[in-house]
T-cell receptor
Framework: GENVEQHPSTLSVQEGDSAVIKCTYS??????FPWYKQELGKGPQLIID?????GEKKDQRIAVTLNKTAKHFSLHITETQPEDSAVYFC???????????FGGGTRVLVKP | NAGVTQTPKFRILKIGQSMTLQCAQD?????MYWYRQDPGMGLKLIYY???????DKGEVPNGYNVSRSTTEDFPLRLELAAPSQTSVYFC?????????????FGQGTRLTVV
């Protein structure tokens, strides 16, 4: 089955700096890669996703890049703010709407 | 729309007791999922359903059962609770077919088995 590895497990950045989280996946049939943000005591919420026919996608301060050949994808958060502090999960799936395999999560702390 | 609603939010069980975690969605999604999240870990798939009457095992199904008699509801049953089932449980739903959607998650049920 699919295996998703996520690094780093914790990330501390100064407010205004950038944060980068990296994930690798094992199943070449995966073609949908969402990123979820989980705040304390809440369920995960989708922040951005990318499909395999796209190499990069951007939404304001958040961007995701995908390298299908190398089987890795990354989340980039620019100009970080205290409200970006949360746990972020990457995931992979064979299609949007299908069951997801999650990475282990990255706890991001943005220091004011 | 309420989205995905899980009850209860918290529960303490004694070893050997049983309980049902409830999950309901009002988005007319055909796919529903149960995940568990252990401390500091990612989410692992327990069971999923692609429509009413159809369920299948995920990565960690042992000790759990599910049923899907309606599109809206997808309860998770623990028959003989064990300490290893102490976790946070998340229900999620999505739509596949035509316009596929992301997975939407409930707020979670924190279960402690003592």
């Amino acid at each position: 089955g699919e295996n998703v590895e996520q690094h780093p497990s914790t990330l501390s950045v100064q407010e205004g700096d950038s944060a980068v989280i990296k994930c690798t996946y094992s199943d070449s049939a995966s073609n949908y890669f969402p990123w979820y943000k989980q705040e304390l005591g809440k369920g995960p919420q989708l922040i951005i996703d990318i499909r395999s026919n796209v190499g990069e996608k951007k939404d304001q301060r958040i961007a995701v890049t995908l390298n299908k050949t190398a089987k890795h994808f990354s989340l980039h958060i620019t100009e970080t703010q205290p409200e970006d502090s949360a746990v972020y999960f990457c995931a992979a799936s064979k299609a949007a709407g299908n069951k997801l395999t999650f990475g282990g999560g990255t706890r991001v702390l943005v220091k004011p | 729309n309420a989205g995905v609603t899980q009850t209860p939010k918290f529960r303490i069980l004694k070893i050997g007791q049983s309980m049902t975690l409830q999950c309901a969605q009002d988005m007319n999604h055909n796919y529903m999922y149960w995940y568990r999240q252990d401390p500091g870990m990612g989410l692992k798939l327990i069971y999923y359903s692609v429509g009413a009457g159809i369920t299948d095992k995920g990565e960690v199904p042992n000790g759990y059962n599910v049923s899907r008699s309606t599109t809206e509801d997808f309860p998770l049953r623990l028959e003989l609770a064990a300490p290893s089932q102490t976790s946070v449980y998340f229900c999620a739903s999505s739509y596949r077919g035509g316009r596929n959607t992301e997975a939407f998650f409930g707020q979670g049920t924190r279960l402690t088995v003592v």
